[in-house]
């Protein structure tokens, strides 16, 4: 006789798929706590039919079409990828924008971090000195130079954090005045003005690059100057017939960072507003757990840094794109909702002359983490954005301009998404995983939550937060949400460290690049 041996999650009263919340998953014959009987076998994570589904009705997940049967599915079987017809993308021509009235929401007073004041007005979360570079080719030696700045200058200096350089793939054999190109160069130029950086970029070029070090750093103003009087901006090129070899190139670098360092090792933490954090949320690695745990607790905190006055990003444009018509009734004005569109219909664009579509988003992982297809993973994914209105669209690159939820429009890829955030202006990072990965920035800290418990207990010192408990029943969204809010006050304050920093791990800067290669 059946007994009942699993348990299972139903998002909205309408779905007729719920998600298997077992660890390993259940064996068929397994009875589920409404009475349904598994007739095959379902791994964690993955949907079960509900009731009886006939071939083309739609399958139902948070109460929105995720696909259309391609067979009939009987209750209690396994619903995966392959039963499956992707439903089209909505259309951007008749969507409704501005129409939700934004939740009346308590303002949060009284919350702060200590941080980093900078002239311009931003706060950061880390002292941190810049070296950024104006073209790939002048990477290695920037890296070298790095490790060697860590080892000889750093120590003496213990009021900064850590020196990073903005390597990357950008500057020459590139087809530097196209359109698109903007899109790299105003990356690279948001990304020297980073909060965590303090102002203090001292840029490395090679000297015949197509991108002159030059166009990516304001001269700043110094003491005594005005804006018209600024002092040149520290950039050193590696051409420069004053150097004589390669040590001759790392003296000069090392002497140049020596005095940025000094500068930097006068600032000191302060107390600070959580108005004044900038925090960039994203995922990556989702697997189903995403959309019930993780996420909605993320969209939790969002809230809280929202009401707090505080500023909050969300972005990955494939993974919006499915659950655009859940977003545009809650932009702030129609002008931001038409801008959302507008960046919508450029990403469908660059897809198609790519050959590709939006279906291509999908990985490995997030269909064995129960992802049937991009569909259902953005329905999971916006929830990251809570319940704040949208109040301002950015393009990729651009720097955030208002305080309240920004959609930034990226790529989905994490590496290009951060990247993208962090030139936006962000100083704390949280980004949620359920198949794991160690992703990780040097240049602001990364809270990493587990969308499950699984996840959470096998990399027990690689995640920061543990949201699966939801799933269990262990602790709300709202419970995970505070934890998250309280925690990101702790490490943008420098009192916790987040496991990606405890362990040296940190990605590389990846630019996203539409424009033609030469």
């Known amino acids: 006789m059946s007994q009942v041996t699993g348990v ?34 379902v791994p964690q994570g993955h949907k079960v039919a509900l009731e009886d589904i006939v071939r083309e009705q739609p399958v139902l997940r948070y109460g929105e079409v995720i696909g259309y049967a391609l067979e009939d599915i009987a ?56 070296i950024a570079t104006s073209v790939q080719c002048v990477a290695g030696v920037t890296d070298h130079v790095v490790q060697r700045i860590k080892r000889e200058l750093l ?35 948001n990304l020297a003005r980073n909060p965590n950086l303090g102002g203090e970029v001292m840029v490395v070029g090679l000297g015949c690059e197509k991108l002159q070090p030059q166009r990516l750093v304001e001269p700043p103003v110094l003491p005594g100057t005005t804006a018209g009087q600024a002092a040149p901006a520290s950039i050193l090129s590696l051409q420069d017939e004053r150097f004589a070899g390669f040590a001759a190139m790392v003296d000069g670098i090392m002497a140049m960072a020596e005095a940025h360092l000094e500068k930097l090792n006068r600032r000191t933490r302060e107390t600070c507003p959580a108005s004044e954090l900038v925090v960039g949320m994203q ?40 659950a655009i018509h859940l977003l545009t009734p809650r932009v702030a004005d129609e002008e931001t909702g038409r801008a959302l569109l507008r960046e919508m219909a450029w990403y469908d664009d660059y897809l198609r ?6 279906s291509a988003n999908t990985t490995p992982g997030n269909k064995k983490g129960g992802l049937a297809n991009i569909v259902e993973k953005a329905m999971g994914s916006i ?23 920004t959609f930034a429009a990226t790529p989905a890829s994490d590496f290009i998404c951060g ?40 990399w027990f010192d690689l995640i920061d937060v543990d949201a699966g408990r939801i799933a269990t029943g ?24 987040v496991a990606a920093d405890r362990l040296g791990l940190h990605n590389d800067l990846v630019l996203f690049n539409p424009a033609p290669v030469t």
């Not at 941080?115 to 979360?125: C, E, L, P, Q, Y």
């Open 419 to 458: 990247t993208l955030q962090l030139a936006a202006g962000m100083n704390m990072h949280v980004f949620t995983t359920g198949r794991g990965t160690p992703y990780g920035l040097a240049m602001v800290p990364v809270i990493k939550v587990a969308t499950n418990s699984r996840l959470a207990r096998q």
């Open 353 to 358: 002359h790519g050959s590709a579509d939006r």
């Open 75 to 130: 209750r209690g079987r396994w619903v995966n990828e392959g039963m499956l017809r992707m439903p089209e993308a909505p259309s951007l021509d008749t969507l409704p924008l501005a129409t939700r009235r934004p939740p009346m929401f308590e303002p949060l007073d009284d919350y702060t971090f200590e941080g980093f004041r900078n002239n311009d007005g931003s706060v950061g979360t880390r002292n941190v000195l810049g």
């Open 383 to 405: 929830i990251k954005s809570g319940n704040s209105p949208i109040v301002d669209v950015i393009g990729p690159g651009e720097r955030i301009r208002r305080r309240g939820l």
């Open 8 to 41: 299972s999650i139903k998002v909205h009263p309408d779905d007729n798929v719920a998600i298997v919340v077992d660890a390993g998953g259940l064996s068929a014959g397994s009875l589920l706590a409404d009475g349904v009987e598994l007739l095959d076998a």
């Open 155 to 189: 120590p003496r200096f213990p009021n900064v954090d850590d020196v990073v350089g903005l390597t990357h793939s950008y500057g020459c054999g590139v087809a530097i005045n196209a359109p698109a190109a903007i899109v790299p160069i105003r990356t690279l130029q």
């Open 283 to 322: 995922c990556g690695g989702s697997d189903a757990f995403s959309g019930l745990t993780a996420n909605p607790a993320v969209g939790f905190a969002a809230d809280l840094i929202v009401r707090a006055g505080g500023s909050v990003m969300f972005s990955e444009v494939t993974e919006v794109r499915d």
């Open 474 to 497: 262990d602790a709300s969204i709202e419970d995970i949400g505070w934890e998250i809010f309280r925690l990101i006050l702790d490490v943008a304050s420098g009192r916790q460290d």
